[in-house]
């Protein structure tokens, strides 16, 4: 079966700076990778995804995505951070019947001004 | 265009109460989802309908039931609600159901169990 693991579950960051949020899978084929982003009180929405093709890949909002095989890793990377980005952040992978998604546990991210 | 709506947005019930989390979407999607966030688990999958007629269990499903009423709607009860049971839930849809497809979101339901 399937696991995503997000190993920081809290990160702080100052407005400006660059972001980097790990994501590590576990996937016997190839894996259909998820960033969502969950603001205070709302549902989740999409940031980018990958299927395949280029491993890097652009999304919504000015962040991108790099797929490493070699690690089985997605990281979320953004150049500057700004305080609208503070939010939790989901890595899912798609697999199995029904496109049912197995999420990470979240990674909650906090701007400083 | 409201994409998922969910009622209510809040409730709470004793334990042994039962409930029904309604979930509807107006974007002509297939598939339909319901899933729990716990913290620090993520989202987990409780049900879901890859058409209209059709349910499958995901991975939490013990306590709950759904129906799938039409093509718009798919509802999640809880017939004697335990206190396990207090989590937020989320329903969602996608359009075909695919692995590649993008799954819509609602606003979630915030269930407390005492």
């Known amino acids: 079966a399937q696991s995503v693991t997000q190993p920081d579950i809290h990160i702080t960051v100052s407005e400006g700076a660059s972001l980097e949020l790990r994501c590590n899978y576990s996937?016997?084929?190839?894996?259909?990778l998820f960033w969502y982003v969950q603001s205070p009180g709302q549902g989740l929405q999409l940031l980018l995804k990958y299927f395949s093709g280029d491993t890097l890949v652009q999304g919504i909002k000015g962040f991108e995505a790099e797929f490493k095989r070699s690690q089985s890793s997605f990281n979320l990377r953004k150049p500057s951070v700004h305080w609208s980005d503070a939010a939790e952040y989901f890595c899912?992978?798609?697999?199995?019947?029904?496109?049912?998604?197995?999420f990470g546990g979240g990674t909650r991210l906090m701007v400083k001004p | 265009n409201a994409g998922v709506t969910q009622t209510p947005k809040f409730q709470v019930l004793k334990t042994g109460q039962s409930m029904t989390l309604q979930c509807a979407q107006d974007?002509?999607?297939?598939?339909m989802y319901w899933y729990r966030q716990d913290p620090g688990m993520g989202l987990r999958l409780i049900y879901y309908s890859a058409s209209e007629g059709t349910t499958d269990k995901g991975e939490v499903p013990n306590g709950y039931n759904v129906s799938r009423l039409n093509k718009r709607e798919f509802s999640l009860r809880l017939e004697s609600a335990a206190p396990s049971q207090t989590s937020v839930y989320f329903c969602?849809?996608?359009?075909?159901?695919?692995?590649?497809?993008?799954?819509?979101f609602g606003p979630g339901t915030r269930l407390t169990v005492l």
């Open positions: 974007m002509n999607h297939n598939s």
């Open positions: 899912a992978v798609g697999a199995g019947a029904g496109n049912m998604l197995t």
């Open positions: 996937y016997g084929a190839t894996p259909y």
């Open positions: 969602a849809s996608s359009e075909l159901g695919g692995v590649t497809d993008t799954q819509y």
